[in-house]
Structures are given as structure tokens and as C-alpha cells.
């Protein structure tokens, strides 16, 4: 067997193995940020930071278009270089994401944090600092889901220990959470 069909045989069978309800659980969540005017922030590190800011433009427009007034309040906290190289540099990289999120955050809002591993300091830096304020939680995780599968409140955990296909599943996460809104915009 070549690498393309190990690859995509590896992630066919997550993909037919995976109990979607916790995504279904994750979509209501994100309506209910949606349908009272609330927040939905989204962050990772590295590939996972950008399925975070492509995610974004998925529920600020996709999820509307042609079924409702308006998307969703979103912001990708991974989004703005300057304010992430600010913080990591005069306070310290596990602070860039929470301290977004103090500033920019209202109780009832939603964070959705994007991890591989789980256990990334910033990423579970974010997720104490959501506690603290009143922000609902949830995680996209592989491998074990690490700290972060203990400190969200919603947890889709993809028991693989295969970065890209943790970071695939991720979008499919999303994508499902769009359309599912999409179908469900009343």
C-alpha cells in the first residue's frame, strides 16, 4: 500500500468509527452564541490556527448566505499577527489567546479551541481564562485530548495520534457545524 491510500484509508475509517452527537451537541451551542446576538471566538496553533481563521469566514458568511439575515459575531483569535507578536513578546506566548479573549469577551459568549495534542500552554491558558469570565467552552481535539479534554465544557476528541488528520477533522468539524446551521438558521 502507498502513502495516499495508507493516508486516506486511515481517515476514512476515523471518519466511519466517529459518534458525530458531540458535534451535534457543539453545533446547538454555537446557534445558541448566534441567535442571541453573543460572541464565538476561535483558536489554535499552527495549521490549526489557520483551520481557526478559515472557520471564521465559514460562520461570519457561509453559514448566512441565502437562509439568514446575518452570520455570526466570530473572531480567530490566531487572526492578527501584531497583536499575537505583541503579546508573545512583552508578556509571554502561553498569554497570547487568554488575553485576547479578557478583552474582547462577554459572558455568554462561546470559545472553540482547535489542538492537536490538547495540552499546548496557550490553548489551555485560553480555556482557564474563559472559566474566569463567563465563556462557554468547547474543544476539537486528537491524540489523548490532553489538559484541554478535561477544561471544556464541549468536547469532540478524535482518538488519533496523527497530526494531519487531527487538523482534518477539524475542518470537518466545522464545515458540519455550518451546514448544520444552515439547515437549522429559523
Not at 468509527?17 to 448566534?34: G, P, R
Request: aromatic share 8%; hydrophobic share 40%.
Amino acid at each position: 500500500m502507498n502513502i495516499f491510500e495508507e493516508y486516506s484509508d486511515k481517515l476514512s475509517l476515523l471518519v466511519k468509527q466517529t459518534d458525530w452527537s458531540h458535534v451535534e451537541t457543539l453545533s446547538k451551542a454555537v446557534k445558541d452564541v448566534w441567535k442571541n446576538d453573543k460572541q464565538l471566538f476561535l483558536c489554535g496553533n499552527g495549521g490549526s490556527a489557520g483551520n481557526a481563521i478559515h472557520l471564521a469566514n465559514d460562520f461570519v458568511y457561509g453559514c448566512a448566505y441565502g437562509v439568514a439575515e446575518k452570520g455570526l459575531r466570530v473572531q480567530a483569535l490566531s487572526a492578527n499577527p501584531a497583536t499575537i507578536t505583541c503579546l508573545a513578546n512583552d508578556v509571554g506566548y502561553e498569554s497570547i489567546f487568554s488575553i485576547q479573549l479578557k478583552t474582547f469577551s462577554q459572558p455568554g459568549d462561546l470559545l472553540i479551541v482547535f489542538s492537536g495534542s490538547g495540552n499546548s500552554p496557550n490553548i489551555v491558558e485560553v480555556l482557564k481564562e474563559a472559566k474566569a469570565v463567563g465563556v462557554k467552552t468547547a474543544a476539537v481535539l486528537g491524540y489523548s485530548g490532553g489538559e484541554c479534554k478535561e477544561l471544556s465544557d464541549i468536547v469532540v476528541h478524535f482518538p488519533i495520534d496523527d497530526m494531519q488528520i487531527s487538523e482534518d477533522m477539524q475542518l470537518v468539524v466545522g464545515h458540519m457545524i455550518m451546514r448544520w446551521l444552515r439547515a437549522n438558521a429559523d
